[in-house]
């Protein structure tokens, strides 16, 4: 592979990193998130599977920033995702 083709490559993965994932948390933003969520309704439909979601919200979560600055709100949030990310599986459907 040329070198120019190598760079190529991860100029393109890099760019579809971005696409698809939340720069602050690393998790993925909600344009991947409809696009994960329309693949496996399909593939649980074709199935006659069971998908379960759920929705976490933080609540009040505006105070922390009102009250302990946007820095603070920014580490609540890469806690959050730390915790998902270490917690929950990944899917391993379709």
Known sequence: MYLYEHHWEKAINELRRMATTDELTG???RRQ???N?????SAVDRQY???AVI???LDQFKQVNDRLGHYAGDKGL????RL???HLRGSKAA
């Open 27 to 29: 998790l993925h933003n």
């Open 84 to 86: 998902l990310r270490d």
């Open 33 to 35: 998130l409809e696009k």
């Open 55 to 57: 929705v976490l919200v």
């Open 49 to 51: 599977g069971v998908l």
């Open 37 to 41: 969520f329309t693949r496996l309704a």
């Open 78 to 81: 890469v806690l959050v995702a």
